[in-house]
């Protein structure tokens, strides 16, 4: 289980609460991404599977800054330094590499696919392309879209947002990576809401920059990180097995509810 918020100088959890049933062990770990993620094995049978996660947390960063580094001009090409590169090789391998032709047109047409992109930058070129070119939609299906699928379709979920703007970045030599976790909006305040996805991207003297194409903004004190990845897919909120009949009905509620406690 991938739930608890990943805590640093910009966020420190203040009270957290899990209810699991059937009657389980746990035990908690560091992934290589340095995630907190839960191990469960349940200790008894059940027909019904209930997770609870209550967290209270305390957000020190403020809105996203108009002249923050990752909304500044690009410099083409792109080179970080060799003490980071190493580092960050694996964030600028596409994952979807077959895929990279129809990536790197659809770049051109949107005006980042030049030799020199001086004067261009991925907050108003590419974040906000994909949030105002493509249509937001539910999706229910397990998984992410492949980036030229979502070009198809003109339309995705917010994973697949984040997964074409991943893809994309990787495409042009930078480090990206997928993200998983809340996002405190009025959507979300009303509960019945499911959790959101988007993409970051390392500057150097920087560090990790958010991008959520979904509502074409940097991210700031709305986002509420629990978990990141290279690859969009190896970060589900809930993932694991169950021993039991082979065909068995299933029905999964979700509801996320983030609300400002002043």
Aim: with cysteine; aromatic share 10%; proline share 6%.
């Amino acid at each position: 289980m991938l739930l608890r918020p990943r805590e640093g100088h910009d966020v420190r959890i203040e009270s957290s609460r899990l209810e699991i049933s059937p009657a389980y062990s746990i035990k908690w770990y560091r992934d290589v991404f340095d995630n907190s993620v839960a191990l469960v094995n349940f200790t008894q049978q059940a027909n019904r599977l209930r997770v609870v996660s209550d967290v209270i947390i305390e957000h020190y960063e403020d809105s996203p800054p108009a002249n923050r580094a990752a909304g500044s001009p690009l410099i083409s090409p792109f080179n970080y330094e060799a003490g980071e590169l190493m580092d960050l090789a694996t964030y600028q391998q596409p994952i979807f590499k077959q895929e990279q032709a129809a990536l790197k047109c659809w770049l051109r047409e949107i005006g980042l696919g030049a030799p020199d992109l001086n004067g261009l930058c991925l907050q108003s070129t590419l974040n906000q392309a994909i949030n105002t070119k493509f249509k937001y939609r539910v999706r229910e299906e397990t998984g992410v879209q492949s980036p030229q699928r979502t070009l198809y379709l003109g339309s995705g979920s917010c994973r697949d947002y984040a997964t074409l703007f991943i893809e994309a970045c990787r495409s042009m030599g930078l480090a990206s990576r997928f993200v998983s976790g809340y996002l405190h909006a009025p959507a979300t305040e009303a509960g019945n809401a499911s959790t959101h996805a988007w993409a970051e991207v390392y500057f150097p003297g920087v560090g990790w920059q958010g991008f959520d194409p979904t509502i074409g903004k940097m991210t700031g004190n709305s986002h509420i990180a629990v978990a990141v990845a290279r690859d969009p897919e190896a970060v589900p909120p809930i993932s694991g097995s169950y021993l039991g009949p082979k065909q068995m009905w299933s029905n999964m509620r979700v509801n996320v509810q983030v609300n400002l406690l002043i």
